[in-house]
């Protein structure tokens, strides 16, 4: 069964910093790239970052997060994690995780159930 646990999420300070993770399991070895979405109230779900699990670790974000946001990986871990710097209002969300599988394995996208990030002003 695939499953997406997400923790590390709460409340901070404007400026301050949280550190996202994400632990996969179930057919890990169908992944392509992993990444983490965000939700504020009355927008629409967008890519904050994603990486590749493939051996390049390819990696893209959002403008809005260059330079304050990290994503990295643990293959052996099956887990992604998202540093999330410099922290503003604006940042405030449920961030989701979400996987993909590769194409050869039908490019399923699982999501994970998200974690609330608050940022104070």
């Known amino acids: 069964q695939v499953q997406l646990v997400e923790s590390g999420g709460g409340l901070v300070e404007a400026g301050g910093s949280l550190r996202l993770s994400c632990k996969a399991s179930?057919?890990?070895?169908?992944?392509?790239?992993m990444g983490w979405y965000r939700q504020a109230p009355g927008k629409q779900r967008e890519l904050v970052a994603d990486?590749?699990?493939?051996?390049?670790?390819?990696?893209n974000y959002a403008e809005s997060v260059k330079g304050r946001f990290t994503i990295s990986r643990d293959n052996a871990k099956s887990e992604v994690y998202l540093q999330m710097d410099s922290l503003q209002p604006e940042d405030t969300a449920v961030y989701y995780c979400?996987?993909?599988?590769?194409?050869?394995w039908g490019r399923g996208e699982y999501w994970g159930q998200g974690t609330q990030v608050t940022v104070s002003s």
């Open positions: 179930g057919n890990i070895f169908m992944i392509d790239s």
């Open positions: 979400k996987r993909v599988n590769a194409p050869r």
């Open positions: 990486i590749s699990l493939s051996r390049n670790g390819n990696t």
